[in-house]
């Protein structure tokens, strides 16, 4: 059985890369498990290049937790500013422990924030305590948030992360090409 270790303990997470390991990679059994590891980086990352960092630093902290592990993944979400609309996205990182050197990683789609959420984020909010106050819910860490709601719940964080682990899987898929 292989191991695979979130490094991050939000179910969404986890889910996320449990149902698609599962359906990419069917030549395995698999264990799951989160883990609460830093990023060494403040909760809302302002840009892509930060965010990825920050994911590599998650799926690598994970490798110093739980060494014996198969697959370590890391996943951070994150918006950034473009000309006058702010979006949002998350990097997705796979490391595997048959080849440490290697970063196996790839991007969500992205989406707009309303003008609201815009503005809470850009008084220092994280995006998930601007979605409890703008849309009057709670936990949205931990739940669904912004693209659920905005959605009218057609795509929740699960799905919105998972095409991004099966394109991070890829290499996994063919490594003869990478």
């Not at 979130?6 to 149902?19: D, E, H, L």
């Amino acid at each position: 059985m292989k191991r695979v270790v979130v490094a991050s303990k939000n179910p969404v997470k986890i889910n996320a890369t449990q149902r698609w390991f599962e359906k990419m990679l069917l030549w395995s059994d698999f264990s799951f498990e989160g883990i609460s590891v830093s990023s060494g980086v403040p909760d809302q990352p302002m840009s892509s290049q930060e965010t990825y960092t920050w994911a590599v630093n998650r799926a690598s902290h994970a490798r110093q937790e739980a060494p014996d592990a198969d697959y370590r993944v890391g996943i951070e979400g994150w918006v950034e500013k473009m000309w006058e609309h702010m979006e949002v996205f998350a990097w997705i990182v796979v490391l595997w422990k048959e080849d440490d050197k290697k970063i196996w990683s790839s991007k969500t789609w992205t989406f707009l924030l309303p003008p609201k959420l815009v503005e809470l984020i850009e008084q220092w909010y994280e995006l998930w305590d601007a979605d409890d106050i703008v849309f009057w819910k709670t936990n949205s860490k931990q739940k669904n948030w912004a693209v659920w709601l905005l959605t009218h719940n057609n795509i929740d964080r699960t799905t919105y992360y998972e095409e991004s682990v099966i394109l991070a899987l890829i290499p996994f898929l063919h490594p003869e090409f990478y």
